[in-house]
């Protein structure tokens, strides 16, 4: 049976992430930020998540991005798992193939959350 996680949407992320520079952040603001920050900790995952991006129509097949990064398709699924747990991506099922898409709008919150608060 699939097992649906939560995602983040852009408009918690915005409310919760305010720019860190403009004061104590809460408890919660900062346990998703730093989920967010960790998925991107790892060089394969920033790279798979810039393959998206740059794919034709912005969705690329699980199938078209094991080569690239030279890991194995069970790897790279869970790269992405954690790159969707953390909201910067979406999963879309077709047949047997996972196809994903970069959530522009999360990424946004989380380039605000580190601009300088303004004065």
């Known amino acids: 049976m699939p097992i649906s996680l939560p995602l983040i ?3 918690a992320l915005a409310a919760c992430c305010s720019p860190l520079t403009g004061g104590v952040i809460s408890d919660d603001a900062a346990e998703t930020l730093a ?9 394969t995952r920033v790279k798979l998540l810039s393959m ?9 097949c699980i199938c078209d991005m094991t080569e690239p990064v030279g890991l194995s398709q069970p790897t790279v699924s869970h790269h992405m798992k954690l790159l969707v747990e953390a909201g910067l991506a ?10 994903y898409r970069v ?4 990424l946004g919150s989380l380039a605000a959350a580190l601009s300088p608060a303004a004065d």
């Open 9 to 11: 949407q852009p408009d």
């Open 35 to 43: 989920r967010m920050f960790k998925a991107l900790g790892d060089p």
């Open 52 to 60: 998206i991006a740059a794919a034709p129509e912005g969705a690329a």
């Open 90 to 99: 979406t999963r879309e099922q077709r047949g047997k193939w996972a196809y």
């Open 103 to 106: 959530a522009p709008e999360v």
